[in-house]
Nanobody, 120 residues
Framework: QVQLVESGGGLVQAGGSLRLSCASS????????MGWYRQAPGKQRELVAT???????NYADSVKGRFAISRDNAKNTVYLQMNSLKPEDTAVYYC??????????????WGQGTQVTVSS
């Protein structure tokens, strides 16, 4: 079994910063892409940022220049540094990882979600 455990969410004032972490554990052969999505109340889940195994990154336009995604391959962990937070960043943030459990078998795994609330 594979588990993704997130941490680092919370309540912050507008303009503040938070750092999210997501650690993968279990039967892991290797990990391809990792990333973060978010879902605000009444809205669909949307992409925030992704990072490949080689470190190539991709960001939603709404967070470019404010958020930074990184990963520690030795720890099977992905991070999301969020700066200059805005009230519209308020959402449940979910991490995901494309994980190979054998050399030939991969699936997407998701964390349980962590709440980020930005007050104005």
């Amino acid at each position: 079994q594979v588990q993704l455990v997130e941490s680092g969410g919370g309540l912050v004032q507008a303009g503040g910063s938070l750092r999210l972490s997501c650690a993968s554990s279990g039967r892991i052969f290797s990990i391809n892409d990792m990333g973060w999505y978010r879902q605000a109340p009444g809205k669909q889940r949307e992409l925030v940022a992704t990072i490949t195994s080689r470190g190539n990154t991709n960001y939603a336009d709404s967070v470019k220049g404010r958020f930074a995604i990184s990963r520690d391959n030795a720890k099977n962990t992905v991070y999301l540094q969020m700066n200059s937070l805005k009230p519209e960043d308020t959402a449940v943030y979910y991490c995901y990882a494309d994980i190979f459990t054998t050399w030939a078998t991969s699936s997407d795994y998701w964390g349980q979600g962590t709440q980020v609330t930005v007050s104005s």
